[in-house]
């Protein structure tokens, strides 16, 4: 196909994509009236930043941006809150330490949140409990925990009662943890939970008990879409490991 007739489809094209988008004027003439050029400079200055805003590439950005620099938005954070003392800056750096590993960190903010206006939320004991959890403190986490569910009896979180099993293995309370695994399991998204209580009831001896449940669950796995084997790959792995023992 002649360059030129290349050239007069982008220009239609991008005057169509103008027109649509509420930009026909100054770009219609632009593109017109200079050829290639006038092309050029609304793929620069319009399409290029409108893709670079959507989700996808900003999600892309954002991971490129983390592998470089891990800590770039633990500083913003820090300094948002440095700025702003308040209980979302505080919630949203809490998060960013956690994700990070600065444990110290995070069951600081998490505890100065808890005692700010609306510092009764159950996700800030979780937050602090995680912390603790990850301090090697088990124990603290279960008490703070158990202080949650006294507070909030009606609220229900997967990720936190998960946590409150595996935090009373770690503490030695294994009966306890036994049936928190059980209950937890039941309704835990993913696999993670039938894992680690199978992983416990192992460890503790009961392997007979552990693989069928490890069975179960990649029976489970076999039978589910390929996008949900994919997002559970590594709890499959660990229980085909076991079972393989």
């Keep these: 196909m002649p360059f030129a007739v290349l050239v007069v489809l982008l220009d239609v094209m ?11 004027q100054p770009w219609a003439f632009i593109i017109l009236m200079i050829p290639v050029a006038g092309a050029v400079a609304y793929v620069l200055v319009e399409l290029l930043p409108e893709i670079l805003r959507g989700p996808q590439a900003q999600r892309a950005g954002r991971r490129v ?4 620099d ?4 633990y500083r913003n954070l820090s300094d948002r809150l440095a700025a702003t003392d308040t209980i979302a800056n505080r919630a949203a750096l809490a998060n960013e330490c956690l994700a990070l590993g600065r444990f110290e960190e995070a069951e600081r903010h998490y505890a100065q949140l808890m005692t700010m206006p609306h510092g009764d939320d159950p996700a800030y004991a979780i937050g602090k409990a995680k912390a603790e959890f990850g301090l090697k403190r088990p124990a603290d ?12 009896p009606d609220y229900e979180s997967p ?19 036994l049936e928190e695994f059980a209950a937890v399991s039941q ?18 001896g009961r392997h007979q008990e552990a693989k069928e449940l490890f069975m179960e669950l990649l029976i489970q796995m076999k039978r589910a879409p390929k996008f949900a084997r994919k997002a559970q790959a ?6 085909e490991k076991r079972i393989a023992k």
């Design 65 to 68: 941006i983390n592998r470089l």
């Design 159 to 177: 990720e936190g009662h998960l946590l409150y099993a595996r935090a009373l293995a770690d503490a030695g309370r294994t009966d306890e943890a």
């Design 70 to 73: 891990p800590e770039k938005e």
């Design 187 to 204: 309704y835990f998204p993913g696999a993670e939970a039938r894992v680690r209580y199978g992983l416990l009831l192992d460890d503790l």
């Design 234 to 239: 590594e709890w499959i792995t660990i229980a």
């Design 14 to 24: 991008l005057v169509y994509h103008a027109s649509r988008t509420g930009r026909l």
């Design 141 to 152: 986490a279960v008490a703070t925990l158990d202080a949650m569910r006294e507070a909030a």
